[in-house]
Nanobody, 120 residues
Framework: QVQLVETGGGLVQPGGSLRLSCAAS????????MGWYRQAPGKQRELVAI???????NYADSVKGRFTISGDNAKNTVDLQMNSLKPEDTAVYYC??????????????WGQGSLVTVSS
């Protein structure tokens, strides 16, 4: 099995910054991509940012220029630096990974979720 453990999140004022971190562990051969999704109350879960194993990144339009995703393929970790936070960024943020397992198989894994609240 594979587990994702998230750290970070919390309460921040508008314009502030927070950092989320996610670490994968378990029977991992390699990770194809790791990323962050979020779900606000009453809304569907949406993609925030993705970090692929070739180093490429992709962002939701709503966070471009404010959020930065970075990953370490050797450590199976991904971080999300969130700057210039807005109240509409308030949501539960979920780490996600597409994993090729050892010795074989594919698995999509989700973290436990981290609450980010942007409020004055």
């Amino acid at each position: 099995q594979v587990q994702l453990v998230e750290t970070g999140g919390g309460l921040v004022q508008p314009g502030g910054s927070l950092r989320l971190s996610c670490a994968a562990s378990g029977s991992i051969f390699s990770i194809i991509a790791m990323g962050w999704y979020r779900q606000a109350p009453g809304k569907q879960r949406e993609l925030v940012a993705i970090f692929s194993d070739n180093g490429s990144t992709n962002y939701a339009d709503s966070v471009k220029g404010r959020f930065t995703i970075s990953g370490d393929n050797a450590k199976n970790t991904v971080d999300l630096q969130m700057n210039s936070l807005k109240p509409e960024d308030t949501a539960v943020y979920y780490c996600n990974a597409d994993v090729l397992m050892d010795p074989e198989g594919y698995l999509e894994v989700w973290g436990q979720g981290s609450l980010v609240t942007v409020s004055s």
